[in-house]
Each structure stands twice: as structure tokens, then as C-alpha cells.
């Protein structure tokens, strides 16, 4: 019996696991990424997204589990799936001595782009990634992000179905990042793409959705707007204080407050003590916590409401692991 998926997915990882002899980088992985999204594979450094990326680009192996690619196995059919598939590595290796329009005519060659059409085709690609004007120009001559232009429109010879692309605004001075955000955004709206980062802000700007991995395991999925509505009903207050004798007076009126959880503490350069906690939404503590600080004659410098950012839903999720588990 032939096997397919049923879903619409174009890219699934089924329980994935990788080995680099005793290391084991990843473990047990399965995801999914559907047609017109842009998902940030999104982990500190050496959670695994590189191994991920290599295997969804079938550069190696896994040790156990499958990727299917637009219903092919990957591994088993590789050249048919592999067709599906552009991808930008995470150190590309362009050729520094060829031009860059020689170096994409010559990829698309290797990648069976029709002879007849083949410059009409990477005369596409060069006018959507803004290498027109430089088609003539040496590519070791390039700054380094028209070099990863390079390196993208080469992924999209061949018109693949998904697009794998391994930290592209690593390295980039934030004008290039800029620039190279807004062609990732336009460039999903045509094709699926996969990308992979360690920057918290890039996955809001630029994906519609998120998987966060770490130590080579998901650990939470969904759209931005998902992942903050795990903490909807949570708020952070953070109470600044002048004189780090007040410590422990401070720690004990806060730990006496009801419903107050997650308490911790940031000594800033200077005299200031900053508390952060978390309470219920409907909390309003503000008032009570001004009115005790004054009574115990502790100098209460600032208190605010804070709101969440997905950096705090990272930092959450992954310290609480409450939320393990949660389906892709
Ligand atoms: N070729 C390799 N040999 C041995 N260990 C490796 C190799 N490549 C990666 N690793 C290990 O696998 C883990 C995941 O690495 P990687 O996928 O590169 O993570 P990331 O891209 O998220 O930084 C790390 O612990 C890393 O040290
Ligand atoms: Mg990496």
C-alpha cells in the first residue's frame, strides 16, 4: 500500500531523532508546516536547529523518525522530494570567483532548471531578491548581505515549494537584517518557508508561526498570538527600589501579598533593587503594595504593570515546562 498523508501539510517531521555519536541532538521531533506559512524554528544556540534544517533539507539522515515532503519520503525518494526543497545553509559556501548571474545560471543547471529558460528564470530570481544591478559583479566582492541575497536566490532556483533557511540575518548589520526580513516576508507569501533563528523578535516580525525547541526538543508551538494567550490571564508588576539594605524587607512584603507568584529579583548597577513578580490579570496591587512599602518606610522609586513579550513566553515555557506537550 502506498503511503500519503492525508493533511495538506508540505513538510512533516514524524517523531525525528538525530545522533551525533553519544550526542544526542535531537529527540523525538515531529512537526508540520502547511502552504503559505512562515514558520521560525526559533532555540538558543545548540538546541538543534541547524540538525533539523539539514534533515529537512535531506543533507543527512536522521537516526530514527521520517520527513515526508509533500507526501514523499524523503529519505527514500530523496531526488523527487529534494525538488520541493531550496535551502540557504547556515555558513553558505557561494563561489567568491564567479559572477553572480554565471554562479545562479550554473545552479540552476545542476538543478534541471529547462536550458531554454534558464535565463529568463534566474533573471527572475536575481529581479526578486534585488541582485539585478549586480548580476556582473564578483560575488567574493559583494557585501555580506548581498552575498546571502545570493545565497537565497539560489534556494529558489527551480521554483521549490519550501523554502529552508538556516539563521539568514545572522552576521548582517541591521540595515541588511532589515532588508532581508522584508524579502522573507514577500517570498512566503508565494511558498512555504522554514526558518531557523535564535532572535526573538525576528519570529514576530517575520513568521506566522513559531516552534521553539530546545536541547533538541519542541517544547511549545503555535501562532505568536497562540503562544501569548498561554499567559493571557497572568500579568507582571515590577517594583523598583532605592538601597539594597532594603532587601529583605521588600522580598518579605511582596512574599505577603496574596496571589503573587513567581517572584525574582535584579540588582541594577547603583543602589536600585528590582523586584519582578507575576499575579492574575485581575490583580491590581499597585496601591496596597505603595501603601505597604510607605508604612515600613522603604523608598519606593517606581512600579509598573509589564507586558509580556514573546521573549517572556520563551523564558516562561521554557524554565516552567508546563506547557511541554502542547500539540504542533
Ligand atoms: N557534526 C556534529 N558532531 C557532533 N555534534 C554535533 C554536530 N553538529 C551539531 N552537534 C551538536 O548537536 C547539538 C545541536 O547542534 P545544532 O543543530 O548545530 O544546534 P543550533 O543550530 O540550534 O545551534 C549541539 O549540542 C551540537 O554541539
Ligand atoms: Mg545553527
Known amino acids: 500500500m502506498k503511503k500519503k498523508t492525508v493533511s495538506s501539510s508540505v513538510v512533516r517531521f514524524e517523531h525525528v531523532s538525530k545522533k551525533y555519536g553519544s550526542v544526542r541532538a535531537l529527540d523525538d521531533v515531529s512537526f508540520e508546516i502547511n502552504a503559505g506559512e512562515i514558520v521560525g524554528f526559533l532555540g538558543p544556540n545548540g538546541a538543534g536547529k541547524t540538525t533539523t534544517m539539514r534533515i529537512l533539507a535531506g543533507f543527512f539522515a536522521p537516526s530514527r523518525g521520517k520527513v515526508w515532503i509533500r507526501g514523499i519520503d524523503l529519505f527514500r525518494h530523496p531526488q523527487k522530494a529534494k525538488r520541493s526543497l531550496g535551502y540557504l545553509p547556515e555558513a553558505v559556501r557561494l563561489y567568491p570567483d564567479m559572477r553572480v548571474a554565471e554562479f545562479l545560471r550554473y545552479v540552476a543547471r545542476l538543478k534541471d532548471v529547462p536550458r531554454k529558460s534558464r535565463n529568463i528564470h534566474v533573471q ?9 544591478d549586480v548580476g556582473h559583479r564578483l560575488i567574493g566582492r559583494l557585501s555580506k548581505g548581498y552575498r546571502q541575497r545570493v545565497g537565497i536566490a539560489q534556494a529558489l532556483l527551480g521554483d521549490p515549494d519550501v523554502l529552508i533557511l538556516d539563521e539568514p540575518t545572522s552576521g548582517l548589520d541591521p540595515k541588511q537584517i532589515a532588508e532581508i526580513r522584508a524579502l522573507i516576508r514577500t517570498l512566503g507569501k508565494e511558498r512555504a518557508v522554514i526558518l531557523s533563528t535564535h532572535i526573538l523578535p525576528e519570529v514576530s516580525m517575520v513568521c506566522s508561526r513559531v516552534v521553539m525547541i530546545n536541547q533538541g526538543k519542541i517544547f511549545a508551538s503555535g501562532t505568536v498570538k497562540e503562544l501569548e494567550s498561554c499567559l493571557k490571564d497572568r500579568q507582571e508588576i515590577s517594583v523598583r527600589v532605592k538601597g539594597r539594605v532594603y532587601r529583605q524587607g521588600a522580598i518579605d512584603l511582596l512574599k505577603g501579598l496574596p496571589g503573587i507568584e513567581a517572584l525574582r529579583m535584579r540588582e ?15 490583580e491590581d496591587p499597585r496601591a496596597q503594595i505603595t501603601q505597604l512599602f510607605v508604612q515600613q518606610n522603604i523608598p519606593l522609586v517606581e512600579i509598573q504593570r509589564v507586558k509580556l513579550t514573546l521573549e517572556d513566553i520563551f523564558l516562561h515555557l521554557l524554565q516552567e515546562g508546563r506547557f511541554a506537550r502542547r500539540p504542533s
Open 268 to 282: 541594577e548597577p547603583g543602589e536600585e533593587l528590582w523586584f519582578i513578580f507575576e499575579i492574575a490579570r485581575e
Open 124 to 132: 527572475g530570481k536575481m529581479a526578486l531578491c534585488g541582485l539585478t
